[in-house]
């Protein structure tokens, strides 16, 4: 009898942001068990795009649920966060309940058809689809959520939204009424939709439907390593009486990077790139991305690249457009820079390199010339940061960003911040002297941080070990399988006994 496949099914809500530590998830999972298959599922335009970015040998399943956009309130054919403004993801969030129906469906017809062998080991689903926990317990499926966030900065994410603890009181910093450890939190690293939350606005009733359900589900799978996140593991641990299982980090490989990427106009070669930090000393550049989402205002552009300038760093910009352009714009350096600035640091002295599309991220941040990181410290872009060593400098902009900031500063010693959200106040001396203090050979903090950073990186490389000794992160995922297939054996002894 040939071995029946295990149906991993995978479910990420429409950002590109979710679906890439998703995609990454699926791609790891595909390589590492053999015995699996998945079904990657989500709405149409999503799906056509996975479609184009998979390699070609790929045996994911894609699997499309209906979805229309206009239905929704909606414009036509938004089926993805990033292009949304600001004031309409919430309506895709809450338009992402109407799913339900259809997923539900989708994981019946899997059970019943082909005798039951697509009968679904377990669901993943996303953090934001708590909903999918109650379809799973009425199919008596194994379920866990997957976050591309990390346990501290999911953990302070959650409780804030539980507790509105902002509200409780006038002073501009508190504690988390459940999870005090984490310490001091201030009003201004509350991202927008959390700081204006008054329990009855759209965000709060969505994450007020969302986030009870996280009890209905068998666990959580965070892309982090035990290691070095276990206070925010902790917190969930004992809020939901559940496991946790830190698997991470788990991120696209170079090959399925490039794929992804593809279809996004490149800005520079990674050739290209990889010559002009070739001719820089080690340790040298700064890279400074605030990922696919986030663009800074103009006054903040120029308050940046006046301390690139002075700071006299070498750099590697990812230039977009400022706030309140469009995106696609042509870039106009000549506006939007200090004068001369071009004709200065990147034409003359070649410090600099403005990136104005996308960039090869993983090739710049593995790149010995690298000898820090000014992020908006999204997890995905920390976790990079963390398996090559590099030291980060914090500009949180939205969601849970700022609490990773917080985190990697206060906790780990790893980051400074330099900003916090789009709309500080931010003067070129400041941030100079944070490119400083984190890049200069000489300086005490420096030091340390550096340090600090040779360490985690060790952590993260044992977390994934998996020879005769199996790492923290290779161990968690080994207890998510095990969990998962105990559960469908006692569902068939059951059946058996039953019948
Ligand atoms: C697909 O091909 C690549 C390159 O030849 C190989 O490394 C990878 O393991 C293959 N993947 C699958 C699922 O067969
Ligand atoms: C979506 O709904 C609108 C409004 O009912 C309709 O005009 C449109 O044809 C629908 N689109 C698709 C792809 O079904």
Not at 64 to 71: D, K, T, W
Not at 97 to 123: H, V, W, Y
Not at 352 to 380: D, M, T
């Amino acid at each position: 009898m040939a071995e029946t496949k295990q149906n991993v099914i995978l479910f990420p809500f429409m950002a590109q942001g979710h679906i890439i530590p998703f995609l990454a998830l699926a791609l790891h999972i595909q390589k590492t068990r053999k015995n699996c298959t998945i079904t990657f599922v989500n709405t149409p335009l999503n799906i056509k795009k996975l479609r184009s970015s998979l390699p070609k040998n790929s045996s994911i399943n894609l699997v499309e649920i209906p979805f229309n956009s206009s239905l929704h309130g909606l414009p036509p054919d938004s089926e993805n966060c990033d292009a949304l403004p600001y004031s309409l993801i919430i309506q895709l969030l809450r338009a992402s309940a109407s799913l339900k129906p259809a997923f539900r469906e989708l994981i019946n017809d899997l059970i019943c058809r082909n005798n039951g062998a697509d009968a679904p080991l377990c669901i993943i689903a996303d953090i934001f689809f708590g909903w999918t926990a109650g379809v799973a317990q009425e199919f008596n499926v194994f379920h866990a959520i997957f976050s591309g966030a990390g346990g501290f900065g999911l953990a302070c994410y959650y409780s804030v939204w539980r507790n509105l603890p902002h509200k409780k009181g006038e002073s501009e910093d508190f504690l988390l009424p459940d999870f005090e450890e984490a310490g001091k939190i201030q009003k201004t690293q509350l991202a927008l939709s959390m700081l204006q939350a008054d329990g009855s606005d759209p965000w709060s009733l969505f994450q007020g439907e969302n986030l009870p359900e996280y009890v209905n589900s068998n666990g959580i799978l965070f892309n982090t390593v035990e290691e070095f996140d276990k206070l925010g593991l902790k917190y969930f641990n004992r809020k939901l009486n559940r496991p946790v299982w830190a698997i991470g980090p788990i991120l696209l490989s170079l090959d399925n990077r490039a794929q992804a990427g593809k279809d996004k106009e490149s800005g520079i070669s990674s050739e290209f790139c990889k010559e002009w930090l070739d001719s820089k000393p080690e340790k040298s550049v700064l890279y400074i991305s605030f990922g696919s989402m986030n663009v800074i205002s103009l006054s903040h552009m120029k308050e940046l690249a006046m301390a690139l300038e002075a700071s006299e760093k070498n750099f590697i910009w990812v230039v977009r457009p400022p706030i309140g352009f469009d995106i696609n714009s042509e870039f106009r350096g000549q506006e939007w820079l200090p004068e001369g600035f071009e004709e200065r640091v990147i034409l003359g002295s070649k410090r600099g390199l403005l990136v104005k599309k996308w960039a090869p991220q993983v090739e710049i941040l593995s790149h010995k010339a690298i000898g820090g990181f000014l992020s908006h410290c999204g997890w995905n872009s920390v976790l990079e940061a963390l398996i090559h060593g590099v030291p980060i400098l914090g500009w949180p902009m939205a969601a849970e960003q700022f609490f990773n900031v917080k985190f990697l500063e206060e906790e780990m010693g790893i980051c400074v911040e330099v900003a916090r959200g789009k709309t500080c106040e931010l003067r070129h001396e400041d941030i100079e002297a944070k490119i400083e203090m984190v890049m200069s050979v000489k300086s005490e903090n420096g030091i340390e941080i550096r340090r600090n950073v040779g360490k985690v990186r060790e952590i993260v490389k044992n977390a994934m070990r998996d020879e005769e000794y199996k790492g923290s992160s290779v161990k968690a995922m080994d207890e998510f399988f095990n969990a998962a297939l105990s559960m469908k054996e006692k569902n068939k002894r059951k059946l058996i006994n039953g019948a």
